[in-house]
């Protein structure tokens, strides 16, 4: 029997999961250790930050949110540009090519062209959403130093704050990546 995913597990906890789901969640919590201690663990963490205050935020930090975010107009014209300039320079080529070769391999060559420009195309597609993605992660990866960064300026000293920021925020940013990275092989499993 295999493992409902942990949305199921929490809803069931929560008691917001539907009577059939609800019937094959207990069903499967008697037969299986592991989610169990899921469970468990879940409840104590619910149990544990139910007695904590409420965090109080300054009134200026969505602004301060939303300013740090990376604008949507990111550097885009650039590899657009570039990878317009690419383009032309593919297609003088194969137009010099298809000209040189005379007329009885101009359909061939033509053809050949037009796989090469749906494969230049769809790659350049892909490594642009690529950087998109990188630029991305990295400008959350900052934000959440900065967070982090401040958080731990009210928990350790000055003196101390650099090297704990480092280590904690490194520790984290591998958390994030390895729940990240998991998720990603929970759902090929699946």
């Known amino acids: 029997m295999s493992c409902p995913d942990l949305n199921e597990i929490y809803s069931y906890l929560e008691q917001v999961l539907p009577g059939e789901g609800r019937a094959r969640v207990e069903e499967h919590l ?15 963490y619910l149990k544990s930050i139910s007695g904590l205050p409420e965090p109080a935020l300054p009134p200026d930090f969505s602004d301060r949110v939303m300013a740090s975010l990376p604008s949507l107009k990111s ?8 990878a317009g300039g690419a383009y032309l320079l ?4 194969v137009t010099i090519l298809a000209l040189g070769t005379g007329t009885a391999l101009f359909p061939v060559c033509l053809k ?5 420009f749906n494969l230049a195309a769809d790659l350049s597609s892909f490594i642009f959403r690529l950087i998109q993605q990188a630029y991305g992660l990295a400008k959350a990866l900052r ?3 900065e967070v982090v960064g401040g958080l731990l300026s009210n928990i350790f000293p000055s003196t101390s704050l650099g090297l ?3 280590i904690l925020g490194g520790a984290g940013s591998l958390a994030l990546l390895w729940s990240m990275l998991r998720q990603v092989k929970l759902s090929d499993r699946r």
């Open 143 to 145: 934000i959440f130093i």
């Open 112 to 116: 050949i062209f037009k796989s090469l």
């Open 90 to 93: 593919f297609s003088l080529l």
């Open 164 to 166: 704990a920021a480092l």
């Open 30 to 44: 008697v037969a299986c250790s592991r989610c169990r201690r899921l469970l468990a663990d879940r409840c104590l």
């Open 75 to 82: 550097s885009a014209r650039f590899w657009l540009w570039l």
